[in-house]
């Protein structure tokens, strides 16, 4: 079992535990479709620290998404996930009637997680696929935790 590790902004080396897997848990569509869908833009890319807060919000999206769809994330530099938003809340389809509300910061996101974040694991960036791995043990000890 992993201790927690302090996850502090914008220290985003990290990936949080509980991060890959989204259970299908039903949801009341009524329920769904009367709360916000939040969205997230990230910064523009290029560079160490935009794929930092591309992980980050990515890991942050997986843990706030596992029982209903919350969270969207958006880019400034890619237009296919701002097509597929259109497409999904277009007359019609899954998230349709859900009111956009943008998040202004990685913190904005992170308070969404409401608690749910229990720990962090530490990559080495110095060895690209210490990544896959250190989502991998996010994903199998959040879920063990959750049951």
Not at 98 to 117: N, Q, T, Y
């Amino acid at each position: 079992m992993i201790n927690k590790v302090i996850f502090t902004m914008p220290a985003m080396l990290v990936a949080l535990l509980g991060t890959t897997f989204s259970y299908g848990i039903a949801v009341e569509k009524d329920a769904i479709s009367s709360s916000p869908l939040y969205t997230y833009t990230l910064s523009k890319s290029g560079t160490a620290e935009s794929y930092d807060e591309a992980i980050a919000a990515a890991c942050l999206q997986g843990i706030i998404n596992r029982k209903a769809p919350t969270v969207y994330i958006l880019s400034e530099t890619n237009s296919k996930p701002a097509y597929w938003l259109k497409l999904l809340t277009s007359e019609g389809k899954w998230l349709k009637g859900r009111k956009i509300k943008p998040l202004l910061d990685l913190e904005a996101l992170f308070a969404l997680s409401d608690g749910k974040v229990k720990g962090a694991i530490i990559w080495d960036p110095a060895v690209p696929a210490s990544m896959n791995v250190a989502n991998t043990i996010a994903g199998i000890e959040g879920i063990r935790d959750n049951g």
